[in-house]
């Protein structure tokens, strides 16, 4: 009979992570060569960015990939796309994709049911970084770039990949606008950052479990970003250019840390949140499915009666802790993953009452 060990198998196995990563770093680097028709259009000044979106890149692959092994983030990983892909499923749950993308990742919404001013700064951190992002890293791999239109002084081609989107001409409020828009992704980025700080440096509970590498440290790298990159905009319209290429450098040296810390941080989450689409998925469909089979057994919790996600949640959970080699068989009264969280922690009570007696109170 095989051993645990033998049978443990994480889905996909150990993924070749870093050949993935560095298949990552080669592949942006060829879109480099080719967005910026063979560096033509790459802007040497920014190559300290372009080298940091490089890192990355190799980074949040290596990241993802390690992530994605695990044999729990497998499961619910392999069920999800195996869900979107069935197309009986997909047509019944086609609302329920882009309805989860709006509630969990494009309005959060269920922060806001927590609280307003939770939900307003992390709408303000998570839209300020994206939409900082969007614009960036076009600008620094050389995909996205702006040119005086023919002769005239007046107007501007706008170009991504070597292709000429529009012409527009300057001093409308459109051209203010594209110029100016990191600027106003910089500030809806510093609303955000001050919120969070008031809010860790107030909230008794934040304070007593904060980390200051974890938690504060990338606040503060983001609020640096976020007023060297404004002040970048004062210089050059209102000090007329002094301390620009102080405050140039200061800003790149801030985005390029925060870039290599991306993928090891707090805010790989970012990358993370998407996959929660799947699970919402994985959650309702198998909910469904049990309610349709007029399924009952390890759906509900076994002391209690509880309903519990669903069977297929259970079973898997049950799957993936044989996978790791871990065994919670409580014998006669089924296994401790059939339970729920209160019956849990009212089992664990027993457990130690029955083994310290009086002791235990």
């Given at each position: 009979?095989?051993s645990?060990?033998?049978?443990?198998?994480?889905g996909?196995?150990?993924?070749?992570?870093?050949a993935?990563?560095?298949g990552?770093?080669?592949?942006?680097?060829?879109?480099?060569?080719?967005?910026?028709?063979?560096?033509r259009?790459?802007?040497?000044a920014?190559?300290g960015?372009a080298?940091g979106?490089?890192?990355?890149?190799?980074g949040?692959?290596?990241?993802y990939?390690?992530?994605?092994s695990?044999?729990?983030?497998?499961r619910?990983?392999?069920?999800g796309w195996?869900n979107?892909?069935?197309?009986?499923r997909?047509r019944?749950?086609?609302?329920?994709?882009?309805?989860?993308?709006?509630?969990?990742?494009f309005?959060?919404?269920?922060i806001?049911?927590r609280?307003?001013?939770?939900w307003?700064m992390?709408?303000?951190?998570?839209?300020?970084?994206?939409?900082?992002?969007?614009?960036?890293?076009?600008l620094?791999?050389?995909?996205?770039?702006?040119?005086m239109?023919g002769?005239?002084?007046?107007?501007y081609?706008?170009?991504?990949?070597?292709?000429?989107?529009?012409?527009?001409?300057?001093?409308?409020?459109f051209?203010?606008?594209?110029?100016?828009?990191?600027?106003?992704?910089?500030?809806?980025?510093?609303?955000?950052?001050?919120i969070a700080?008031?809010?860790?440096?107030?909230?008794?509970?934040?304070?007593?479990?904060?980390?200051?590498?974890?938690?504060l440290?990338p606040?503060?790298?983001?609020?640096?970003?976020?007023?060297?990159g404004?002040?970048?905009?004062?210089?050059s319209?209102?000090?007329?250019g002094?301390?620009y290429?102080?405050i140039?450098?200061t800003?790149?040296?801030?985005?390029?840390?925060?870039?290599l810390?991306?993928?090891?941080?707090?805010?790989f989450h970012?990358?993370?949140?998407?996959?929660?689409?799947?699970?919402?998925?994985?959650?309702?469909?198998?909910?469904?499915?049990?309610?349709?089979s007029?399924?009952?057994?390890?759906?509900?919790?076994r002391?209690c009666?509880?309903?519990?996600?669903?069977?297929?949640?259970?079973g898997?959970l049950l799957?993936?802790?044989?996978?790791?080699?871990q065994d919670?068989?409580?014998?006669d009264?089924?296994?401790?993953?059939?339970?729920?969280?209160?019956?849990?922690r009212?089992?664990?009570?027993q457990?130690?009452?029955?083994i310290?007696?009086?002791r235990?109170?």
């Amino acid at each position: 009979m095989a051993s645990r060990s033998e049978r443990h198998q994480p889905g996909i196995g150990e993924l070749p992570a870093s050949a993935l990563a560095l298949g990552a770093g080669v592949v942006t680097l060829v879109l480099i060569y080719i967005g910026s028709r063979g560096l033509r259009d790459f802007d040497a000044a920014l190559i300290g960015y372009a080298v940091g979106v490089v890192f990355a890149v190799i980074g949040l692959t290596y990241r993802y990939t390690m992530w994605i092994s695990r044999p729990p983030t497998w499961r619910y990983f392999r069920a999800g796309w195996s869900n979107f892909f069935s197309w009986r499923r997909f047509r019944r749950y086609a609302v329920l994709v882009p309805k989860a993308w709006w509630t969990d990742i494009f309005a959060q919404t269920f922060i806001r049911e927590r609280s307003t001013l939770r939900w307003v700064m992390h709408m303000c951190i998570f839209w300020g970084v994206v939409l900082s992002l969007m614009i960036t890293i076009p600008l620094s791999l050389g995909w996205f770039h702006l040119t005086m239109a023919g002769d005239s002084p007046s107007d501007y081609t706008m170009w991504f990949f070597g292709i000429t989107l529009f012409n527009f001409p300057l001093n409308t409020a459109f051209s203010f606008i594209v110029f100016h828009a990191l600027d106003f992704t910089a500030a809806i980025l510093l609303v955000g950052v001050l919120i969070a700080f008031w809010r860790r440096f107030t909230d008794a509970g934040l304070l007593t479990t904060q980390r200051f590498g974890f938690d504060l440290m990338p606040l503060v790298m983001l609020f640096g970003i976020a007023v060297t990159g404004i002040a970048l905009t004062f210089s050059s319209a209102l000090w007329d250019g002094h301390f620009y290429w102080f405050i140039s450098l200061t800003h790149e040296a801030i985005v390029v840390i925060w870039l290599l810390y991306l993928p090891f941080g707090k805010f790989f989450h970012i990358v993370e949140r998407p996959a929660t689409i799947g699970v919402t998925l994985y959650q309702q469909v198998a909910s469904d499915e049990d309610r349709a089979s007029g399924f009952t057994g390890a759906a509900r919790c076994r002391r209690c009666g509880t309903t519990m996600p669903s069977s297929q949640f259970v079973g898997d959970l049950l799957a993936t802790l044989d996978d790791l080699g871990q065994d919670y068989d409580l014998g006669d009264r089924g296994q401790l993953q059939e339970y729920c969280p209160t019956c849990k922690r009212i089992l664990r009570g027993q457990a130690y009452y029955g083994i310290l007696g009086n002791r235990f109170l």
